[in-house]
């Protein structure tokens, strides 16, 4: 799976946009970009994911640059309950018996009130 | 839909002892499930993969004798810490892959935190 950085924190103010950003310079043509989030103290939860065409579902917005080499998660109006680690990963969407994953450090979104 | 449980929520026993931790997969069934474990202020870490019906697959420097998984059904895996010790204090997650899902996101149970006196 191609490495991700992300920045380790932010802060962004209730009801607005929170964009988090994500680089992963490495990717290859197959891997697809994933967005899951830790809330304290509990499992994560998947948000979404896309190859190379933006995403957007009722929890948020993914925007892959051209070039793949980074993207965006975009929370369109923030709430305190946002507040969480948000992870980016990147892998290959397979078919079958799926491999596990690799988080990384994530970055801490904090809403502010 | 997608959900997953996990149970218990919290265990505390003394060193030693086994604790079993189930993982259920409530509506929908999971070919594969995974065992994550989080130490405080660190991200998870992948622990073994479970596959129903055949022998877990486990993460390099993960005991396979001291962390024993079993998913005997498509909608239950348990993980059993044997001779538990104090440093096997931490958050286990457990994660379910969706057999009819068209995509590869997985779903996570809430957490099981474990504390060994």
């Known amino acids: 799976d191609a490495k991700t950085t992300q920045p380790p924190s932010m802060d962004c103010a209730e009801g607005r946009a929170a964009n988090l950003p994500c680089n992963h310079s490495?990717?290859?043509?197959?891997?697809?970009v994933y967005w899951y989030r830790q809330i304290h103290s509990q499992g994560p939860q998947y948000i979404i994911h896309?190859?190379?065409n933006n995403e957007t579902n009722e929890m948020a917005s993914l925007i892959i640059t051209e070039d793949r080499k980074s993207s965006t998660l975009i929370l369109p109006h923030a709430t305190l309950r946002d507040t969480a680690v948000y992870y980016c990963?990147?892998?290959?969407?397979?078919?079958?018996?799926?491999?596990?994953?690799?988080f990384g450090k994530g970055t801490h979104l904090i809403i502010q009130p | 839909g997608a959900v997953v449980s996990q149970h218990p929520s919290w265990v505390i026993c003394k060193s030693g002892t086994s604790v079993k931790i189930e993982c259920r997969s409530l509506?929908?069934?999971?070919?594969?499930m995974f065992w994550y474990r989080q130490f405080p202020k660190q991200s998870l870490m992948l622990m073994a993969t479970?596959?129903?019906?055949?022998?877990?697959?486990?993460e390099q420097g993960v005991e396979k004798d001291k962390f024993l998984i079993n998913h005997a059904s498509l909608t239950l895996s348990t993980l059993t810490v044997t001779s538990a010790h104090p440093e096997d204090s931490s958050f286990y997650i457990c994660?379910?892959?969706?057999?009819?899902?068209?995509?590869?996101?997985?779903?996570f149970g809430p957490g099981t935190r474990l504390t060994v006196l």
């Open positions: 994660s379910a892959r969706d057999k009819g899902y068209r995509h590869n996101e997985q779903f």
């Open positions: 490495t990717i290859s043509g197959n891997e697809y």
């Open positions: 896309g190859l190379k």
């Open positions: 990963i990147v892998r290959v969407r397979s078919g079958g018996g799926a491999d596990g994953l690799t």
């Open positions: 509506d929908f069934q999971a070919t594969t």
């Open positions: 479970s596959n129903e019906g055949s022998k877990a697959t486990y």
